[in-house]
């Protein structure tokens, strides 16, 4: 028997069934071994020798003990996990795993394969090779030094910055580029300009026209910059009459873009698809395992030459022959690593123009389209420009169109851009020199300049991969490790930074300026390909690293959180202590300033839940405010303040601040009543107060129970609720606003997610039958974490597979690992333990 190493369960299945009865293909469910948790995992004292021990949950354990028999039993090893570094690692750490169990065959092989189908698997199996060790080493260096950096930095965090929980090499520098964005945000100031936008027609078609000369000047962008100016302009152009002086014709051509990689396709699928790069990979790793595409984790844009020519006869029976180039096209990448020399992403057929369901499908067409554009023609356009003057000559309109003359690869897809500039792209009438056409009005229309945007997922992607900084199998994990840890958060699909986000990268760019600097991480995964080509030595670089970054970390340790507080606060004493309107010192204490007190300076202090501005007469003073409102007059944290009276009970409310924020109190002692100020009220006032002290409004009577509907702020913030279901609304404000029909909705829903009469749970997947048992699989939330059911029989999922990609082959192997277990057994409960009766007390002794 020969045995088969593969990585998924799934990729195990379709290989064997190509292979035959002589080969058992067995999964490793990725990487069998990993650094325990303890510190000493990497030891640079000890040549940077590393220990590695096999996943300790039960399921990864059988897997290795399965694959250690079965070893035992094989002729030969054959290790076909995927083609890229971290495949090489899976295969170097199962050879590893089975030397160290002495369960190694005679004969041990490698093969790769960019794509599971039957002729590319066969084929590989043809071609065997060792292990390539320069890759592994790449993944060693890698690994080592992203555990050195994380593993050394992170306890210097946790003592001497409150509230930060991790760094990476990678994240670290990531979230600067998403803080940079930010600053650069706010430092950007407006300018004002006004364009003058001419509605015009001819020959019954209506185009614009936009003035670029007025009074013998070309106009740029800022040229108008007032609104005086501006109808001074519009004035003139509405009273001068205007000729066609120039029609100018130009043919344009339009390319098309190279198969995906791993890079351009969680791009692309961001902006077509709304896909997060985590999901986008998820999709594309079952794409691949299904036989669809070809290897997902790529740099390389060129496709294999069978492929091309697949390609090429599938555009010929598609379309006519003015959609295939006489030649194909060949791309070239500019990639430095070892995974330039893989394809593109492609579908495995040209023959599948769909293919799969849901998020994949959608991904497939995505790919299929992409691949077929790329060896079709070219795209033809004509691009008109008509330039329309007065008598005089001193005022000059000018009207834009494209037309596409011929679509070429348009015809199958387009690439698009995450800020497309706007392009005058509508057709216009056909027009002549000395031709007058009507002007019908006039618009002078004001804008704003406008600071550079946040970064969506795709835009973030794209820095990335410029600056050089990680590889794009990685850029998923990254991302996510940012969300995960309340350093970035989405809104709008765009990335803001979280004052713990900027707070870190501010200490980072203080004292580990250089590595967190773009161009030395970026120069890191230069090296690093180095070593994968086998031109430099992995210890080497880890030594180059640690002679100075261990240094620079004990440093920092030594220093006390007041010092590293006093750094930061004159760091960031720009952006904590902007300039002020009325032109006090941007220091100042508002409270001391009222109440009289002097050296009332404010300045950034460590607390044990974060950072914030307090003031130096602490405590006297109790002035504070949070550390993301530079500027603020203490919003929160500030001293006790009366805002009015009630207009009913005449009670006075005050704001207060408390353990878990600010806060409205009315009355004094048992009888007081309070309500927490909530984050999304702007201009919190005394009849907002009022209000939140109102609470909670009765909406009304349900029409169905009789019991009342309330709405109000309750533990997981605001919502509706009748008979204790509660129905989660948008935010505070909508408590006052919402009516019966959306609140008995929005509690009819929550009736159908949980409640007395228990509604089932929609499930999260849903296969076909099981095999042996017959009822439909389907993978349901519950209770305890997600499981897989037949109807009869219920099988828990591991905590490593996240429920939305468990396969129809997990589901069965699950169930059927259940099934063999036997029914579960019932616990009997222990009976309870029986009171001692109390000891009698002893006769008291007769004198």
């Given at each position: 028997m020969q045995l088969v190493i593969v990585e998924s369960p799934a990729k195990a299945k379709t290989i064997e069934n190509y292979l035959g009865k002589d080969f058992k293909v067995l999964a490793s469910y990725g990487h069998v071994r990993d650094f325990p948790k303890k510190d000493d995992a990497v030891r640079p004292d000890d040549d940077f020798a590393m220990s590695w021990e096999v996943y300790q949950d039960k399921r990864n354990k059988d897997q290795v003990k399965a694959i250690v028999d079965a070893s035992k039993k094989s002729t030969r090893l054959v290790l076909a996990t995927d083609p890229d570094r971290e495949g090489e690692a899976i295969s170097w750490h199962v050879l590893e795993l089975l030397k160290k169990r002495k369960a190694l065959p005679e004969d041990v092989d490698r093969v790769t394969f960019n794509a599971i189908t039957k002729t590319a698997v066969t084929e590989a199996m043809g071609k065997p090779r060792g292990i390539d060790m320069d890759l592994v080493d790449a993944y060693l260096g890698r690994r080592a030094l992203d555990r050195l950096f994380g593993f050394t930095l992170s306890p210097v965090l946790w003592r001497k910055l409150p509230g930060a929980k991790s760094a990476g090499r990678v994240q670290s520098v990531a979230l600067r580029i998403i803080v940079d964005r930010e600053r650069e945000i706010e430092a950007f100031k407006a300018d004002e300009y006004w364009s003058i936008l001419a509605k015009m027609e001819h020959d019954g078609t209506a185009f614009d026209a936009r003035l670029v000369k007025y009074d013998g000047k070309k106009l740029d962008k800022l040229t108008i910059g007032n609104e005086g100016s501006a109808l001074e302009a519009k004035a003139k152009i509405e009273n001068a009459p205007f000729k066609v002086e120039e029609v100018e014709t130009k043919p344009q051509k339009r390319h098309p873009s190279p198969p995906f990689t791993t890079s351009t396709l969680q791009q692309e699928a961001a902006r077509k698809l709304g896909y997060n790069a985590s999901h986008t990979m998820r999709c594309a790793q079952k794409l691949y395992e299904a036989g669809l595409i070809t290897y997902m984790r790529t740099d390389g844009v060129q496709m294999d030459g069978s492929a091309i020519s697949s390609c090429r006869k599938a555009i010929s029976d598609r379309f006519d022959g003015h959609y295939l180039p006489e030649k194909p096209r060949h791309y070239s990448s500019k990639a430095k690593n070892a995974q330039e020399a893989h394809e593109a992403i492609r579908p495995t057929s040209f023959l599948k123009a769909k293919a799969s369901m849901g998020d994949e499908a959608k991904l497939y067409d995505l790919i299929f389209k992409r691949a077929m554009a790329?060896?079709?023609?070219?795209?033809?356009?004509?691009?008109?420009?008509?330039?329309?003057?007065?008598?005089?000559?001193?005022?000059?309109?000018?009207?834009?169109?494209?037309?596409?003359?011929?679509?070429?690869?348009?015809?199958?897809?387009?690439?698009?851009?995450?800020?497309?500039?706007?392009?005058?792209?509508?057709?216009?009438?056909?027009m002549n020199k000395g031709d007058a056409p009507a002007k019908k009005a006039v618009e002078a229309n004001q804008h704003f300049t406008q600071p550079p945007p946040r970064y969506s997922e795709a835009s973030l992607v794209k820095r990335l991969e410029e600056l050089g900084i990680g590889r794009p199998s990685t850029y998923a994990s990254t991302i996510q490790v940012l969300r995960d840890r309340d350093y970035v958060r989405m809104e709008k699909n765009r990335f803001f930074a979280e004052e713990s986000g900027r707070l870190l990268t501010s200490f980072l760019e203080r004292f580990f300026a250089q590595y967190v600097a773009y161009d030395y991480t970026a120069g890191l995964e230069d090296e690093l390909d180095v070593v994968s080509d086998g031109k430099a030595e992995y210890k080497a670089l880890l030594a180059k690293f640690w002679k100075d970054f261990k240094p620079k970390t004990d440093e920092v340790m030594e220093k006390q959180p007041s010092e590293v507080t006093e750094?930061?606060?004159?760091?960031?004493?720009?952006?904590?202590?902007?300039?002020?309107?009325?032109?006090?010192?941007?220091?100042?204490?508002?409270?001391?300033?009222?109440?009289?007190?002097?050296?009332?300076?404010?300045?950034?202090?460590?607390?044990?839940?974060?950072?914030?501005?307090?003031?130096?007469?602490?405590?006297?003073?109790?002035?504070?405010?949070?550390?993301?409102?530079?500027?603020?007059?203490?919003?929160?944290?500030?001293?006790?303040?009366?805002?009015?009276?009630?207009?009913?009970?005449?009670?006075?409310?005050?704001?207060?601040?408390?353990?878990?924020?600010?806060?409205?109190?009315?009355?004094?002692?048992?009888?007081?009543?309070?309500?927490?100020?909530?984050?999304?009220?702007?201009?919190?006032?005394?009849?907002?107060?009022?209000?939140?002290?109102?609470?909670?409004?009765?909406?009304?009577?349900?029409?169905?129970?009789?019991?009342?509907?309330?709405a109000g702020l309750w533990r997981y913030g605001p919502a509706v609720r009748s008979d204790g279901k509660y129905g989660k609304l948008q935010n505070t404000a909508e408590i006052f606003e919402i009516g019966m029909n959306r609140a008995v909705a929005l509690i009819a829903e929550a009736a159908n997610r949980k409640g007395g009469t228990r509604a089932k749970a929609e499930p999260i997947q849903t296969f076909k039958e099981h095999p042996t048992s017959g009822g439909e699989m389907k993978v349901l939330p519950g209770r305890y974490g997600p499981y897989v059911t037949d109807g009869t029989n219920n099988a828990t999922i591991p905590k490593d597979i996240k429920p939305e990609d468990v396969t129809e082959e997990q589901a069965i192997q699950l169930l059927d690992e259940r099934i063999a277990k036997g029914p579960p057994k019932k616990r009997k409960k222990k009976p309870a333990a029986k009171k001692k009766a109390p000891a009698k007390k002893k006769a008291a002794a007769k004198k």
């Open positions: 790329s060896q079709m023609q070219s795209a033809s356009l004509e691009r008109t420009t008509v330039t329309m003057r007065d008598p005089a000559g001193l005022h000059e309109l000018r009207a834009t169109g494209q037309v596409v003359k011929f679509p070429g690869f348009l015809a199958v897809y387009e690439e698009s851009f995450d800020d497309k500039k706007d392009e005058d792209s509508g057709l216009l009438p056909v750094v930061l606060d004159e760091y960031l004493s720009d952006f904590l202590f902007p300039e002020r309107e009325d032109g006090k010192d941007a220091r100042f204490c508002p409270l001391c300033d009222k109440e009289g007190r002097e050296g009332g300076r404010l300045a950034l202090r460590g607390g044990r839940f974060g950072a914030f501005v307090a003031c130096a007469n602490y405590p006297e003073c109790k002035f504070t405010r949070r550390f993301a409102q530079p500027g603020a007059d203490g919003d929160e944290g500030t001293q006790d303040q009366v805002m009015g009276n009630h207009p009913e009970t005449d009670l006075p409310i005050e704001r207060k601040s408390g353990r878990f924020g600010p806060y409205v109190q009315m009355g004094e002692g048992k009888d007081a009543k309070r309500a927490s100020i909530p984050k999304d009220l702007d201009d919190f006032d005394l009849e907002w107060a009022v209000k939140l002290l109102d609470l909670p409004r009765i909406v009304g009577e349900h029409p169905d129970t009789g019991k009342e509907i309330e």
